[in-house]
T-cell receptor
Framework: AQSVTQLDSQVPVFEEAPVELRCNYS??????LFWYVQYPNQGLQLLLK??????LVKGINGFEAEFNKSQTSFHLRKPSVHISDTAEYFC?????????????FGAGTRLAVHP | DGGITQSPKYLFRKEGQNVTLSCEQN?????MYWYRQDPGQGLRLIYY???????QKGDIAEGYSVSREKKESFPLTVTSAQKNPTAFYLC?????????????FGEGSRLTVL
């Protein structure tokens, strides 16, 4: 069965430092990959997505992710974080179910940016 | 602007009472979903609907019910049979024409049972 593993449940980091949030998925077929961000008491907002083409995907708020098919990974990176980046981040992958694509989510990574 | 509206944002109920959470979208999406989120956990699928007048159970449907009488609306009822209903509930929709799986989310409803 398709699954998504976010390797870190919490990531503390100082402001202006770089950060990487790790995501691995289990699949041997072509996939669509997503990162969502959730601020406290809000819904999920799409950060970026990989559908096809260039394996380096740029998203909103200075985030980017790289699709690595051989390692089945889709890690999220930002070169310099801000306090406002403190949030929960979810990695997600599509899986074909009954003829349509549905989204499977990882458990989330809580990013805490400290001054 | 198109989007998904969930109401109410916060809701309190007494044990034994049913409560209905509203979800309305003006994105013209065919598919709609309800997820439950508990502290420190990911998203768990309650119910989903791919088309009007049709819906299917997700992974944790017990104690919940839904209806899909209109394309724009997918209300969720949390019944008294739900053992632990206090949670954050998220509604989402999907453009089935693209079939990438991408979901668009509402702002969520936080239900607290007193």
């Amino acid at each position: 069965a398709q699954s998504v593993t976010q390797l870190d449940s919490q990531v503390p980091v100082f402001e202006e430092a770089p950060v990487e949030l790790r995501c691995n998925y289990s699949s041997s077929v072509s996939v669509y990959l997503f990162w969502y961000v959730q601020y406290p008491n809000q819904g999920l907002q799409l950060l970026l997505k990989y559908l096809s083409g260039s394996t380096l995907v740029k998203g909103i708020n200075g985030f980017e992710a790289e699709f690595n098919k051989s390692q089945t990974s889709f890690h999220l990176r930002k070169p310099s974080v801000h306090i406002s980046d403190t949030a929960e981040y979810f990695c997600a992958v599509t899986v074909n179910s009954g003829g349509y694509n549905k989204l499977i989510f990882g458990a989330g990574t809580r990013l805490a940016v400290h001054p | 602007d198109g989007g998904i509206t969930q109401s109410p944002k916060y809701l309190f109920r007494k044990e034994g009472q049913n409560v209905t959470l509203s979800c309305e979208q003006n994105l013209n999406h065919d598919a709609m979903y309800w997820y439950r989120q508990d502290p420190g956990q990911g998203l768990r699928l309650i119910y989903y609907s791919q088309i009007v007048n049709d819906f299917q159970k997700g992974d944790i449907a017990e104690g919940y019910s839904v209806s899909r009488e209109k394309k724009e609306s997918f209300p969720l009822t949390v019944t008294s049979a739900q053992k632990n209903p206090t949670a954050f509930y998220l509604c989402a929709s999907r453009n089935t024409g693209l079939n990438t799986g991408e979901l668009f989310f509402g702002e969520g409803s936080r239900l607290t049972v007193l």
